[in-house]
């Protein structure tokens, strides 16, 4: 367990943003989680896992609880399905990567996605054809005023689109501590379908895809789109992807053939934010050290001083300016504070 006070958080955010912690603590363990939780449960907390989701925009004044749980395991093997579970304080790529090393799949469309273990069911996470719920077990969480353990099922966290019960109903009353994962040992279901990936296959001439081909390609993809946030600070995707109604994007079409698009219902259409932000003009648009990405217009970008206000300011800019030239209100998809 490690404690501190007036401790900076600039390596705990993927954006690089230096604010400051009144209380700083990190713990290791269930059972530290447990003690801590005894000790400060009637002060407010702020959990922070990975720091990929979100935004800084001041100084925390109350008690930071990182969870930095480790370990990962596989549980059963039952004919083609692997169960597998990791600790939520694991990386999420990393813990991606050791999956493929032992030859089993479904995470693969996920690579390279920034975070944690323990956020990811919070968040659903998504990406190229594939949502965390797709592969989605179970995931074992601590009530911080109870302390009681629960497991919480595919149908207990009420997935959706980039959405789950621990950002509604249940939201600041559980800390996730471990995640299980039903995997496949092969007669794998192979993604390949999203366009970027069979261009990124066709390009390596690859026509019968394994599991790592597919991780290569979205590594690849992601790298050349999306800046490492080791380099420059960023969050991945800042905004989500809006759904509208038919008839709104049948008005959008009509104007613009060109917008693509992604059916998820007979009434509503996906569309991506990011291509409405670069229309907009956006993309590459800098104001000081906050700025969208050069590449791909969905990531905002810290420089390198950048404080949190200012990123803030740069995506209500962009919301502005969307919702002007379109009529399209766009959400952000991380967690500002």
């Known amino acids: 367990m ?33 003690e801590v ?43 083609n399905e692997v169960l597998v579970k990791a600790c939520a304080g694991e990386n999420w790529h990393q813990f991606v990567l050791w999956t493929l090393k032992q030859e089993l799949g479904g995470l693969e469309n996920l690579s390279l996605i920034p975070g944690n273990v323990g956020t990811a069911p919070i968040q659903n ?40 019960i621990f950002k509604t109903s249940l939201k600041g009353q559980y800390i996730i501590t471990s995640v299980t994962f039903r995997l496949t040992k092969s007669q794998h279901i192979l993604r390949t379908s999203y366009g970027a990936i069979k261009n990124a296959l066709d390009q390596k001439k690859i026509f019968s895809a394994k599991i790592r081909d597919i991780s290569d390609a979205v590594i690849a993809i ?5 800046p490492d946030p080791k380099e420059l600070g960023n969050s991945g995707s800042f905004f989500k ?22 059916p998820v219902s007979p009434s509503k ?38 404080t949190g206000q200012e990123i803030l300011h740069l995506s209500q800019k962009i919301q502005m300016e969307v919702k002007e030239k379109f009529r399209v209100e766009l959400e952000p998809e991380v967690n500002i504070f």
């Open 269 to 306: 259409i996906k569309i991506p934010a990011g291509w409405l932000i670069e229309k907009a003009g956006l993309k590459g648009y800098r104001e000081g050290d906050a700025g969208v990405h050069k590449n791909q217009a969905l990531v905002l970008v810290n420089y390198g001083n950048a």
């Open 222 to 226: 992601r790298q050349e789109k999306l």
């Open 37 to 79: 939780l005894k000790q400060t449960y009637a002060q407010e907390l702020f959990i922070l896992g990975g720091g990929s989701n979100m935004l800084l925009t001041a100084d925390i004044n109350k008690t930071v609880l990182h969870i930095n749980l480790k370990g990962k395991e596989i549980l059963s093997v039952t004919g």
């Open 125 to 164: 996470i998504g990406a190229y054809g594939v949502e965390l719920k797709d592969v989605f077990e179970e995931c074992e969480a601590v009530n911080i005023q109870t302390l009681e353990q629960r497991n919480f099922s595919k149908q207990d966290s009420e997935f959706n689109y980039r959405h789950s």
């Open 241 to 262: 992807n809006p759904v509208i109604k038919k008839e709104e994007f049948n008005r959008l079409q009509q104007q613009y053939p060109e917008i693509p698009s992604y």
């Open 2 to 34: 490690q404690v501190s006070e007036n401790a900076s958080l600039k390596k705990f955010n993927t954006f690089g943003i230096d604010v400051k912690a009144k209380k700083f603590i990190s713990v290791d363990t269930v059972e530290e989680l447990k």
